[in-house]
């Protein structure tokens, strides 16, 4: 295992939920970011992707947590829907080693617009040279999960949470990106408008639900990594709050 990029052997890969509309096309060639919204120490930027009319939507924000506080979080999925308002549905599907999963998630929307769900790979990483843990995310298929009757299975899905230690680790500096492709037929002007709220909120959710849920035993575990360590050392002062 590289000391570069060193897996989290303690953490189970983050079941990451994704809500329905969140906006992007498969890979292509992107604009430069544009601030969409900054208020409440919440930044989002979204660009545009060739080929599609859908924006890519990228959300910053500062939360007042140690990072293994944020990574216990985005792990407890008993409780995701406490924070993460649209989950209807998550479950893993297969563990593919210590560092790596495929999970099923399955967003409510409201009527007459179909539930979105999706088939995901995720990896959790820590990465001492980039000074972050990282959990990446990539649609994939399972025979175990077919499309199900009723319920849109999303054609494309990508995304991350990047994790960087501030204030010498008394803080976390978090990023939620996602690009997707919802399927099925709305409107892009439609999708585009709800995507603005999305990582804000989803964000501002964040913050709060480290202030409700605490996992001591866990928490003290990932602070004990090397790699934790490692990244942790290279906190950054508390002022930096936008994406690199």
């Known amino acids: 295992m590289s000391r ?17 509309l969140a906006a992007a096309a498969a890979p ?62 998550n479950a893993r599907i297969e563990q593919l080693g210590p560092y790596s999963e495929i999970f099923y998630s399955r967003t409510s929307a409201p009527w007459p617009v179909a539930d979105r769900d999706v088939v995901n790979r995720a990896v959790t990483i820590f990465d001492t040279a980039a000074h972050q843990a990282r959990v990446e995310i990539n649609s994939t298929t399972h025979p175990g999960w077919p499309p199900q009757k009723g319920v849109v299975r999303m054609p494309f899905m990508r995304g991350h949470w990047y994790l960087w230690p501030e204030h010498g680790g008394a803080f976390t500096r978090v990023e939620y990106q996602v690009h997707a492709d919802p399927g099925g037929m709305l409107p892009g002007w439609i999708v585009n408008l709800v995507s603005r709220r999305i990582p804000h909120d989803t964000l501002a959710a964040m913050q709060e639900q480290v202030k409700r849920r605490h996992y001591p035993e866990f928490e003290k575990q990932v602070a004990a990594l090397p790699e934790y360590q490692a990244v942790l050392g290279a906190s950054v002062p508390l002022s930096r709050t936008s994406a690199p």
């Open 4 to 20: 570069r990029h060193a897996s989290l052997v303690l953490l189970p890969i983050l079941a990451v939920v994704l809500v329905p």
């Open 28 to 89: 292509g060639d992107k604009g430069p970011w544009e601030l969409v919204r900054d208020d409440h120490g919440i930044v989002v930027h979204r660009r545009s992707v060739a080929g599609s009319n859908l924006h890519e939507f990228r959300g910053v924000a500062l939360v007042e947590a140690p990072m293994a506080s944020v990574l216990a979080v985005l792990r407890d999925s008993d409780h995701r829907k406490e924070w993460m308002k649209e989950a209807a549905a």
